[in-house]
């Protein structure tokens, strides 16, 4: 029941990564808990309770989400297929990542303004999709509950997934769903979250590679498994705005 995810993740050296660790309350590389920021008028207990989710999955976007592997798969063969997907890649700079709503939850989005996100996002579902299990009964259903809109459940039933191809849209979850708590009280968490990823906001954010994490057991918190780099950092890098070019 081991599950594997195709995820963006921020590089250990990056100061986004202990920004988003420490938001979480978890390191998804070495699994070690962190204190999160203390906001004024929030209870402590209320914004673990909130993060508890994403704090399970890491700070992390997702590329191709978790699935299990088929009958006649390996994990030596994904991170074989990982290895050669990476050689073929470049990375591409995010241009004004931001907190903001994302559905009802608060995420670090951003305008991918020319779709290269989006575009590297659905080739690694499709590249990947030949070593997906068939997703099982009660993950369609937990799935479902989402209240999918049609467009969505064939998404659902072609990748085991429902936010991809046209759905999909680059996050990175913060949060859980916000009508949960008082609107003064979630308006305080969102501006919390603005100020501490602000206080990292000079420094890049590169998608420059992937990260394959691994859930061992169903319900247990996903781990870095093996992280594969993109092309050399030499390599022409792709911008999420037409208006930039480095070269």
Known sequence: ?????????????????????????????????????HISGVPS????????????????ATLKAPFRLAEDASPAYLLEMAAAFCATQQAIALDAPQVAIHRDFLALTIADADGAVARLAMHCVSHFDALRAPLLPEEVARRRRDRLTARQE??????????????????????????????????????????????????????DGLSIMREEVPGAPFLLWQRCSFAPADAELTHTSSSLQLS
């Open 154 to 207: 064939a998404l659902l039933q072609r990748w085991g997934y429902p936010y991809t191809e046209d759905q999909f849209r680059f996050h990175m979850t913060l949060s859980g769903a916000l009508s949960t708590i008082d609107p003064e009280l979630a308006s305080r968490v969102q501006a919390a979250a603005q100020q501490h990823f602000a206080a990292v906001s000079h420094a890049p954010l590169c998608i």
């Open 1 to 37: 029941m081991t599950r594997y995810a195709l995820y963006f993740t921020p590089s250990l050296a990056s100061p986004w990564h202990d920004a988003g660790a420490t938001w979480l309350g978890r390191d998804a590389v070495s699994g070690e808990a962190r204190v999160q920021p």
């Open 45 to 60: 207990d209320m914004l673990a309770q909130l993060t508890r989710d994403a704090r399970r999955y890491g700070f992390h």
